[in-house]
T-cell receptor
Framework: GQNIDQPTEMTATEGAIVQINCTYQ??????LFWYQQHAGEAPTFLSY????GLEEKGRFSSFLSRSKGYSYLLLKELQMKDSASYLC???????????FGAGTRLAVHP | GAVVSQHPSRVICKSGTSVKIECRSL??????MFWYRQFPKKSLMLMAT?????????EQGVEKDKFLINHASLTLSTLTVTSAHPEDSSFYIC?????????FGSGTRLTVV
């Protein structure tokens, strides 16, 4: 079976750093994605990890440990516009299906 | 970057009617597209994988006769919700892969009254 877990909600302060964790158990693994989604809009791509380690892209970084089935998304210098849902998704299966976790709703406060 | 165009963005239909949603890859070819459904404040649930020139592959629990998928060309996939009922009201969104990312359409908000 497939199981992707991430916290339901998180809050943080503008200017701070927040880490959103994701653990997964899937049949077959071809990589892990993080997406940002504002309410009523399409998800937008943030990062893709296929090898262990940290990928840094501006204020956002993503980490992957395949042996632990674990990833995190790190957001630095938080801004109000970062208030959104953050979706962890695992690429698995022969068709490379992207399977999403339930998402983490992040609220950034002044 | 890669763009996936989806329309309509919103549709209201009466119970019992059918609704077609189109998903186009604008600047790349997509032999495979994916259709998702999203309930309010919930994540995306994969419904089916659309394959160009062959039958779609449906996820467990998704009625293939209810949600008809056609992928007639390398740039177009359509999802038809047949004999729609209020419980089919949801946000439907398509996706295609343009390496390395999966790009999503803007989604279709379906309301069945």
């Amino acid at each position: 079976g497939q199981n992707i877990d991430q916290p339901t909600e998180m809050t943080a302060t503008e200017g701070a750093i927040v880490q959103i964790n994701c653990t997964y158990q899937t049949s077959g693994f071809n990589g892990l994605f993080w997406y940002q989604q504002h309410a009523g809009e399409a998800p937008t791509f943030l990062s893709y990890n296929v090898l262990d380690g940290l990928e840094e892209k501006g204020r956002f970084s993503s980490f992957l440990s395949r042996s632990k089935g674990y990833s995190y998304l790190l957001l630095k210098e938080l801004q109000m516009k970062d208030s959104a849902s953050y979706l962890c998704a695992v690429l698995s299966g022969g068709y490379n299906k992207l399977i999403f976790g339930a998402g983490t709703r992040l609220a950034v406060h002044p | 970057g890669a763009v996936v165009s989806q329309h309509p963005s919103r549709v209201i239909c009466k119970s019992g009617t059918s609704v077609k949603i189109e998903c186009r890859s604008l600047d790349f070819q997509a032999t495979t597209m994916f259709w998702y459904r999203q309930f309010p404040k919930k994540s995306l649930m994969l419904m089916a994988t659309s394959n160009e020139g062959s039958k779609a592959t449906y996820e467990q629990g998704v009625e293939k006769d209810k949600f008809l998928i056609n992928h007639a060309s390398l740039t177009l996939s359509t999802l038809t919700v047949t004999s729609a009922h209020p419980e089919d009201s949801s946000f439907y969104i398509c996706s295609a892969r343009a390496l390395p990312a999966y790009t999503f359409g803007s989604g279709t908000r379906l309301t069945v009254v």
